[in-house]
T-cell receptor, first 113, second 115 residues
Framework: DAKTTQPPSMDCAEGRAANLPCNHS???????VYWYRQIHSQGPQYIIH???NNETNEMASLIITEDRKSSTLILPHATLRDTAVYYC??????????????FGKGTTLSVSS | GAVVSQHPSWVICKSGTSVKIECRSL??????MFWYRQFPKQSLMLMAT?????????EQGVEKDKFLINHASLTLSTLTVTSAHPEDSSFYIC???????????FGDGTRLSIL
């Protein structure tokens, strides 16, 4: 799976959009970008994933650049409960059930009032 | 709701005790489950892959005799920390899923404290 690079930490004001970047310049054509987050003392929570098109769900939006070498996770209206470590993971789409997710250091997002 | 359930969520025991942690897939069958360990302020580290009906696959540096994994059914994997010592104190997390284009999901973790 391709390596990802994320900033170690970011701050965001409550109610504002949080934009979390991820660099994955060595991504290959059949690798997806996944985002998970881990709130303190809990297991990681799935947020969103995508291949090349932008994706949106009830939690967030995922913007992938045209060359697929980077992406941005957007939390449109951050709340205090969004304070967590966010992980960007690139992995092959095939045999997902048989392959573990490998976590990097992620980005610690701190949302303040 | 949770699709992967982990139990117990928190356990404290004396040094030398063996501790069993359960991981269940709630609404799907999982031939493969994964076990992670996380130390404070660090990321998740993959310990082993649990395979239903066969031996687990351990990552380099993880003692298979210390961390016994059993995956006897399609919805349950157990991790037993044998003869636990204070250095085994950590946050243990399991995951499963990834079938039919669905993402993998994680349990809520088990915080193990060995006195």
């Amino acid at each position: 799976d391709a390596k990802t690079t994320q900033p170690p930490s970011m701050d965001c004001a409550e109610g504002r959009a949080a934009n979390l970047p991820c660099n994955h310049s060595t991504i290959s054509g059949n690798e997806y970008v996944y985002w998970y987050r881990q709130i303190h003392s809990q297991g990681p929570q799935y947020i969103i994933h995508g291949l090349k098109n932008n994706e949106t769900n009830e939690m967030a939006s995922l913007i992938i650049t045209e060359d697929r070498k980077s992406s941005t996770l957007i939390l449109p209206h951050a709340t205090l409960r969004d304070t967590a470590v966010y992980y960007c993971i690139v992995r092959f789409h095939f045999n997902q059930a048989g392959t573990a997710l490998i976590f990097g250091k992620g980005t610690t997002l701190s949302v303040s009032s | 709701g949770a699709v992967v359930s982990q139990h117990p969520s928190w356990v404290i025991c004396k040094s030398g005790t063996s501790v069993k942690i359960e991981c269940r897939s709630l609404d799907f069958q999982a031939t493969t489950m994964f076990w992670y360990r996380q130390f404070p302020k660090q990321s998740l580290m993959l310990m082993a892959t649990s395979n239903e009906g066969s031996k687990a696959t351990y990552e380099q540096g993880v003692e298979k005799d210390k961390f016994l994994i059993n995956h006897a059914s399609l919805t349950l994997s157990t991790l037993t920390v044998t003869s636990a010592h204070p250095e085994d104190s950590s946050f243990y997390i399991c995951s499963a899923g990834g079938y039919s284009n669905q993402p993998q999901h994680f349990g809520d973790g088990t915080r193990l404290s060995i006195l």
